[in-house]
């Protein structure tokens, strides 16, 4: 069992150790479910993991798509899940959110509290919080 990890961000640049600590933390976790206030940075950090895990695609909140793909270097998919804008869960279903959350590819989801349900067994918590100007991330 994993132990609770906390870290504080002052820069964007700071989220890059903290996204090798979450790989090295959880090495055969695909599923994450990022929990913070709008604003304090899930999709900074996202970009971040995105990077280490060797995509070179430019990852951007898909507030309006709902799901990004990235690819990796190795041609691997990651996808970025924002949920938002979603009003029910006939639109994660309708979206086929299984094909997603079960292909074994990372999965990484802001706004996971609208779709908690849905999340799978073994989904790996991350919560982000401000605090004085910097970035308090556990996970």
């Known amino acids: 069992m994993v132990q609770e990890q906390i870290f504080t961000a002052k820069d964007p640049a ?13 090495p055969n976790g695909r599923i994450f479910a990022f929990f913070g206030p709008m604003g304090v940075g899930k999709t900074t950090l996202i970009k971040a ?8 695609d430019l990852a951007s909140s898909p507030t309006y798509s709902i799901v990004n793909q990235y690819l990796t270097n190795s041609g ?3 996808f970025h899940f924002d949920f938002y804008r979603i009003k ?8 086929g959110y299984e094909d997603y959350f079960f292909s074994g590819n990372y999965c ?8 908690e349900s849905l999340l799978p067994r073994g989904s790996h918590v991350v919560t982000m ?3 004085n100007e ?6």
Not at 49 to 56: D, I, M, N, P, Q
């Open 76 to 78: 691997e998919s990651i």
């Open 49 to 56: 993991l995105c990077r280490k895990l060797g995509s070179l």
């Open 134 to 139: 910097e970035r308090i991330i556990r996970f």
């Open 14 to 26: 700071a989220l890059d150790e903290v996204a090798d600590a979450i790989l090295s933390a959880f």
């Open 88 to 95: 029910d869960l006939a639109e994660v279903y309708n979206l």
């Open 108 to 115: 990484f989801i802001e706004w996971p509290d609208k779709v």
């Open 129 to 131: 919080e401000e605090h």
